[in-house]
């Protein structure tokens, strides 16, 4: 149940492949033990958990107001470090800084091609923690993973505390703590708050040729699916708040059935967010546009295939596919 693009870490339901899939379930990972099972099959070694913890507070960096976060609420792997500097050599031999933005978006993401689609791999026991698992990926997570890696690329150093800093700003509101509440669950808000942070731009606001009018409130009306949620009446009333502000925004987008005519809009590394019919919902999946033989595809985690991948057919074909999908939304990294 997976695809709601309710970009959230309980229940995300995704639907790529037409069906939908919980982006909650899967991962549980805590401090003591040996292993972990996941409900994709997959296994986590509980010794293998790095905590990121940082003695010298010097060093830190202050990711929100107030606080040297870094030394408890990371929560990743040695093997993702691993993986984020081997992608980094990478971009130092390939020359990634001479690239546009859309080139290196896209070559970032090829090198997560073939890695599995896992959902709810945000999902932790106790508090919220910024979780970074590069080796399993759901759309949304694959998104914010190879954007944050693009931005730290940038930076003067380039490491991983940068793409550490770079990722919780994708991923949460601004000025806010790591928690579940500021945590961007629907991908209309993930969108309108990289607006507003200089992020990206939504390149249809003007052009695209159907209004979408959603009323989201998925979250608040089935808490029942989101064990942060159950018997909290409290935070309920506050995602309600929440949902209120975000049905207020309108999204101008372009129907499925005019996708093949305005392809020569979009460009490599353009962000496709895919309007979906589910009552309650906004997005029900998101991808990154690329041209390929003068065509729209997308790279993107797909259900479909359980892995990280490129659409075998161009997009105005392939969104056909995708049950209750109306349309896309598409925006431009800055």
């Known amino acids: 149940m997976r ?184 991908f209309s808000e993930w969108i309108l708050d990289k607006e507003a942070k200089g992020i990206l731009s939504t390149t249809n606001q003007t052009i695209g040729n159907a209004t979408m009018k959603t009323k989201v409130d998925f979250m608040s009306t089935h808490a029942n699916l989101y064990p942060v949620l159950q018997n909290n009446p409290s935070l309920i009333a506050r995602f309600k708040e929440i949902e209120g502000s975000i049905s207020a925004h309108e999204f101008r987008y372009f129907t499925s059935d005019t996708i093949a005519h305005i392809e020569h809009l979009v460009e490599n590394g353009d962000l496709i967010a895919f309007v979906t019919s589910t009552p309650g919902l906004d997005f029900s999946h998101c991808a990154f546009a690329a041209k390929r033989n003068g065509r729209l595809y997308v790279l993107h985690a797909s259900t479909r295939e359980n892995k990280v991948e490129y659409s075998p057919v161009p997009l105005s074909e392939y969104i056909g596919q995708m049950r209750g999908v109306t349309g896309i939304v598409t925006a431009r990294f800055r």
């Open 3 to 186: 695809y709601l693009c309710l970009i959230l870490v309980p229940v995300l339901v995704l639907a790529c492949s037409g069906k939908s899939v919980t982006r909650a379930e899967s991962v549980h990972k805590t401090k003591n033990g040996d292993t972990v099972e996941t409900d994709g099959g997959a296994s986590v070694s509980k010794k293998g958990i790095v905590e990121m913890v940082q003695e010298n507070h010097e060093d830190m960096v202050d990711l929100s107001p107030g606080e040297l976060y870094l030394d408890r609420v990371v929560l990743t792997t040695a093997k993702d470090s691993s993986l984020f500097e081997e992608l980094r050599a990478k971009a130092l031999v390939e020359a990634f800084e001479n690239m546009s933005l859309g080139e290196k978006l896209l070559a970032i993401g090829e090198h997560f091609m073939g890695v599995p689609y896992v959902s709810g791999t945000l999902e932790t026991e106790g508090e919220e923690r910024l979780v970074i698992n590069l080796r399993e990926l759901d759309c949304v997570t694959f998104v914010e993973y190879v954007m944050a890696m693009a931005l730290s690329f940038e930076d003067t150093a380039g490491d991983f505390r940068s793409f550490t800093r770079q990722l919780k700003n994708l991923r949460y509101r601004a000025n806010e703590r790591v928690s579940y509440e500021a945590r961007l669950h629907y």
